[in-house]
């Protein structure tokens, strides 16, 4: 069964304090494992696509990595504006279905 | 970058009100489109996916009676939610993706927030 997996479910980061979210996932053949932003309120934002394990993916203070069972979104020196709800979501070779994690509320203290 | 705009953003009406949420892909044409339900704290639930010029294909447990989807164009499906109750009280959001781009992401629009009274 194909099955996302998020940890940690919460987070609280001091400014500049660097570190890792995880999504573990199991998937019958993987299109793509995608990460998303989603504010209070609002709809997800999509931040990057990884398709295949080694695949590395930058934007500003966010770094995406993937291997075979799981990727790592990395925060470097985040910012009281990093602080959201990251959502990661894995898409199998065979139908259009995402499925989502439960996702990461990160909060970051100025 | 690709747009999906969903309407209204907040919709509060009384119980046994049919309530209709829009979305449409700005700038790209979309065959197929999803529509979530999220609860609070909670992630993404799939509740169907709506198909351009066909029938939608609903989840397990989701009522097609209860939730009419409607995707006439490549760039609009709409919810319906028939004789709402208080227990249909959610947020609910769509996503599309650009059809000629299999591998490309899922956008989402910015969800609706139903209260049923």
Request: proline share 5%; hydrophobic share 30%.
């Amino acid at each position: 069964e194909d099955q996302v997996t998020q940890s940690p479910e919460a987070l609280r980061l001091q400014e500049g304090e660097s570190s890792s979210l995880n999504c573990s996932y199991t998937v019958s053949g993987l299109r793509g494992l995608f990460w998303y932003r989603q504010d209070p309120g609002k709809g997800p934002e999509f931040l990057f696509t990884l398709y295949s394990a080694g695949e590395e993916k930058e934007k500003e203070r966010l770094k995406a990595t993937l291997t075979k069972k799981e990727s790592f979104l990395h925060i470097t020196a985040p910012k009281p504006e990093d602080s959201a709800t990251y959502l990661c979501a894995v898409q199998a070779r065979t139908g259009n279905q995402f499925y989502f994690g439960t996702g990461t509320s990160l909060t970051v203290i100025p | 970058g690709a747009v999906v705009s969903q309407h209204p953003s907040w919709v509060i009406c009384k119980s046994g009100t049919s309530v209709k949420i829009e979305c449409r892909s700005l700038d790209f044409q979309a065959t197929t489109m999803f529509w979530y339900r999220q609860f609070p704290k909670q992630s993404l639930m799939l509740m169907a996916t709506s198909n351009e010029g066909s029938k939608a294909t609903y989840e397990q447990g989701v009522e097609k009676d209860k939730f009419l989807i409607n995707h006439a164009s490549l760039t609009l499906s709409t919810l319906t939610v028939t004789s709402a109750h208080p227990e249909d009280s959610s947020f609910y959001i769509c996503s599309a993706r650009d059809q000629g781009r299999p591998n490309q992401p899922q956008h989402f629009g910015d969800g609706t927030r139903l209260s049923i009274l």
